[in-house]
């Protein structure tokens, strides 16, 4: 039997930490006429958008938006303020945190790294000690949730009273958490939170969101950049003036983004911050009641991101093959040296009991039918008890 | 009476330079599910995508997709193969070749500028006697079509001629004019065609579209820049490893480009060559039958952009508002200078007959609804001998 056995589109249930699940209201939100992007129509949604932007984000500054995937804001992020021989420390734990130091590097500065092992994130500790030997540091660059790994920074509001003790900026590439964990701009003194429209937004991708502070928008404008395409002060002052963008605009994903805001906002952001904490839990303790080891440490566990370790013999291809074509549900292989020795659920954006508890008995039947002996009952059972919470 | 008396959505005709109107079904493809971008789900597309794009653009290499806006890819133009010191030849007549010479500049290179006035396009001539005296020049970058007046180059393939002589790239800024104007890359000895998924191809905003050529691919590997976002060398990468991205890619417009890209193939790019140019002399002819003088040079006359001088009096915020609100035909303003002095007509994508008579009509009734007259039925007589050729 397959699950194409109608011969219709079968809807896969897409756990990745990014594409996601999109509402079917903030895909239809996408068919709409072509508009000017230089005409009220567009302003109109433009304002909106900020409007919205800034009531998630709790930031005072205008937010704003590239057409771009998330790595285009996180690199804006570091071309906008650093310059040749400027300090940056930053957390590298996995793929996306040792693209940050190689950005940083790109332009010149010199990257201080807070490292830890795969699966595990820097300390709060490492970074007091990196300020206090570096304390001309211009900027600190936390990836706030190791997408590659599973592991996440718990000490986010820490980091932002030490940076103000320093006069460093804080800099967040949120790409895959924000909006599933809390991290308002203003109250935690963060001065750039990057992230993408494709993760705990559950909005299609193709648009990056920015919010920042009024010291981050003050340096750029101080010594702006050169090029254009990630050139903040040019998205500022269009803004600004007219409501538009610099570079046309991703409009469909516009369209969408700002159906998501209105969900986002209707659910209240401290609601989404829990319900991304209680899946998560009660994903880590069904993958247990299993049988399988949860990959990575224990403190350092993402909200967003599950990872769990393969049996011995189990093959990654074979284990995800079967669990996409028999079970319809797609999860995430592992980067670099850990692909095929660890897979990554992504529990977020929609991500509610149903999705948890399709994808625990898919993954403990498919382990079954592989051979791979896994308690179904004592996943589920461990599941709904942190569930019964929501 | 309004467009909007029965209080639905009213579609108005968007006759600008891109975004532009997009047919139902390309729009429909994006209501999609989602997929992983990491899947064969996803490379099965990137496969069809390539194979399109290397028919449509008839190049060699496979053709390279941003989730971005085409400023992006002219920015990737320059930041992949320009280092300090190097010479680059650029056409400036408006604001985008303006934008090109400021990136040039950006990277350290020297711009060679072959200027001429806004509504005119630089000369053959004038790029020959720049290589002369600049032998050792790198690249020579053409802004094939200046959107913001409405001139374009009319002598690219001689310019491909010329560069192969003297060994300097041939990139072509071809985002508004790509699929509406003759530019295959082979057999016109281009190097880099940089456009975008808005303009001429009928499809919603949100991707840019790269073609090169072998030898510009081998110089940028030899060379590779630093930053990530436009990093072509790890786009062709991780294409030609595993068919996808390397950072998460605008999966609605990939939907939609994949789309319009079946119908642009079943068209053919001649038969587009020969639409986009009878509709252009149907609306210059139209214009000027109609009482209106044409903006800019007739020799550098685009067949994509059509600009128009206002009359005396007109004022551009009242003609296009009335435009815009009495008979839902939508188009743009001027540039700079020349905000207020010029409208301009995006004749591209889906242009035909019913597009360029609705937007003729629709124009000369509002300059006599507003106090100037324009003789509508030579206008319309004007269009119909272009038109009786499609």
């Given at each position: 039997m397959s699950i194409n056995a109608n011969n219709a589109t079968f809807q896969k249930l897409i756990m990745l930490p990014g594409p996601t699940n999109v509402p079917i209201e903030v895909t239809q939100a996408m068919v709409a006429p072509s508009i000017g992007h230089r005409t009220t129509d567009f302003s109109s949604i433009m304002k909106e958008m900020i409007r919205k932007g800034k009531i998630l984000f709790e930031c005072n500054e205008d937010v704003i938006y590239l057409s771009s995937s998330g790595t285009a804001a996180v690199e804006a992020s570091i071309t906008n303020i650093l310059r040749k021989d400027d300090k940056a420390i930053v957390t590298v734990c996995g793929e996306f945190g040792g693209r940050v130091s190689e950005q940083i590097s790109s332009v010149g500065a010199s990257a201080i790294e807070l490292v830890a092992d795969y699966g595990d994130f820097p300390s709060l500790s490492d970074l007091e000690r990196a300020l206090e030997k570096n304390p001309d540091?211009?900027?600190?660059?936390?990836?706030?949730?190791?997408?590659?790994?599973?592991?996440?920074?718990?000490?986010?509001?820490?980091?932002?009273?030490?940076?103000?003790?320093?006069?460093?900026?804080?800099?967040?590439?949120?790409?895959?958490?924000?909006?599933?964990?809390?991290?308002?701009?203003?109250?935690?003194?963060?001065?750039?939170?990057?992230?993408?429209?494709?993760?705990?937004?559950?909005a299609p991708p193709g648009?990056?969101?920015?919010?920042?502070?009024?010291?981050?928008?003050?340096?750029?404008?101080?010594?702006?950049?050169?090029?254009?395409?990630?050139?903040?002060?040019?998205?500022?002052?269009?803004?600004?003036?007219?409501?538009?963008?610099?570079?046309?605009?991703?409009?469909?994903?516009?369209?969408?983004?700002?159906?998501?805001?209105?969900?986002?906002?209707?659910?209240?952001?401290?609601?989404?911050?829990?319900?991304?904490?209680?899946?998560?839990?009660?994903?880590?303790?069904?993958?247990?009641?299993?049988?399988?080891?949860?990959?990575?440490?224990?403190?350092?566990?993402?909200?967003?991101?599950?990872?769990?370790?393969?049996?011995?013999?189990?093959?990654?291809?074979?284990?995800?093959?079967?669990?996409?074509?028999?079970?319809?549900?797609?999860?995430?292989?592992?980067?670099?040296?850990?692909?095929?020795?660890?897979?990554?659920?992504?529990?977020?954006?929609?991500?509610?009991?149903?999705?948890?508890?399709?994808?625990?008995?898919?993954i403990a039947n498919n382990l079954n039918r592989l051979g791979f002996k896994a308690n179904t009952d004592a996943a589920i059972n461990a599941a709904l008890k942190n569930l019964s919470k929501l």
């Open positions: 540091t211009k900027a600190v660059y936390i990836v706030t949730n190791e997408t590659s790994s599973g592991a996440m920074c718990h000490w986010l509001k820490e980091a932002g009273d030490l940076t103000s003790k320093y006069g460093a900026f804080l800099v967040a590439d949120a790409v895959s958490n924000w909006g599933a964990d809390k991290m308002p701009l203003e109250d935690y003194n963060i001065d750039f939170i990057a992230t993408g429209s494709q993760k705990s937004c559950a648009l990056a969101m920015i919010a920042l502070s009024k010291r981050y928008k003050e340096q750029m404008f101080k010594d702006p950049q050169k090029l254009h395409f990630l050139n903040l002060p040019r998205y500022i002052k269009m803004s600004d003036k007219v409501k538009q963008t610099p570079f046309t605009p991703c409009l469909p994903v516009y369209f969408a983004l700002n159906k998501a805001f209105d969900i986002m906002i209707e659910e209240g952001m401290e609601n989404r911050y829990v319900r991304h904490q209680v899946c998560a839990k009660a994903f880590y303790d069904a993958f247990e009641a299993m049988g399988l080891q949860l990959f990575g440490e224990p403190k350092a566990r993402s909200n967003t991101v599950v990872s769990i370790a393969y049996p011995e013999g189990l093959d990654d291809k074979e284990f995800r093959g079967s669990l996409s074509k028999n079970y319809g549900v797609v999860v995430a292989g592992g980067f670099g040296d850990y692909a095929g020795k660890i897979f990554r659920v992504g529990s977020l954006g929609m991500i509610n009991e149903y999705y948890v508890l399709t994808t625990i008995s898919s």
